[in-house]
């Protein structure tokens, strides 16, 4: 496989990000910070030449990634698969109403951070098992292209923990601010971490 680049984007700051809820499958906005946030990163990559763009198909992916895609008068392609962990019954909740109303659920996440399926929603394998799915489809199709990808900071957590060969276990140790640029290098055999949280 000819060598492919893959500029992994956070969304930027969204609605409610103050508020220590689980957004998941949720479609909120982003918020003003969070437009001049991917403004910037259009600016950021401007002399990089971009073949494909996708994102997660949830407004403050797919909004941030049409943002930067105008730069090169291009229009993302929209994919379900790149969105964010399904919180299920947990979406809009705080740490203390999740407790509150599912005794016991956080701590049992935490025992099993990897398989533990939250009511009415996914897994960390889940996540996993969708996101590289796709992810690997758009790969074999981009050879030698560079490619822009927006999505969400579990999503990228996920592919980064792929291309350094971590368990999910290690998914809450990689810092993902909104706005921020991963850059991961694919080769037939193996997968080059460029830059993390950039």
């Known amino acids: 496989m000819e060598k492919v680049t893959l500029y992994l984007v956070r969304h930027g700051e969204c609605e409610h990000f103050d ?19 991917m403004k910037s990163m259009a600016q950021r990559l401007e002399g990089i030449t971009i073949d494909q763009i996708y994102s997660s198909d949830l407004k403050r992916a797919s909004k941030s990634a049409s943002i930067i895609a105008s730069h090169w008068n291009k ?11 399904n919180f299920g019954k947990w979406e809009g909740l705080t740490w203390e109403e999740i407790e509150k109303q599912f005794p016991g659920s956080l701590e049992a996440r935490f025992k099993d951070v990897i398989n533990y399926k939250i009511p009415g929603g996914e897994s960390l394998e889940d996540l996993r098992v969708r996101v590289l799915g796709k ?13 822009l990808l927006v999505t969400h900071g579990g999503v990228n957590r996920v592919i980064l923990c792929d ?15 909104y706005g921020c640029l991963n850059i991961i290098d694919y080769f037939r055999d193996t997968m080059v971490v460029k830059l993390v949280n950039g």
Do not use: M, Y
Not at 75 to 85: G, K, L
């Open 19 to 37: 508020k220590c809820q689980f957004f998941g499958h949720t479609d909120i906005d982003l918020t003003c910070t969070g437009i001049r946030q």
């Open 75 to 85: 229009i993302p392609r929209n994919v379900p698969q790149f969105r964010e962990v």
């Open 135 to 147: 992810l690997r489809e758009i790969l074999k199709g981009g050879e030698g292209k560079s490619i």
């Open 163 to 177: 291309a350094l060969g971590l368990s999910l276990e290690n998914l809450f140790r990689i810092e993902q601010d």
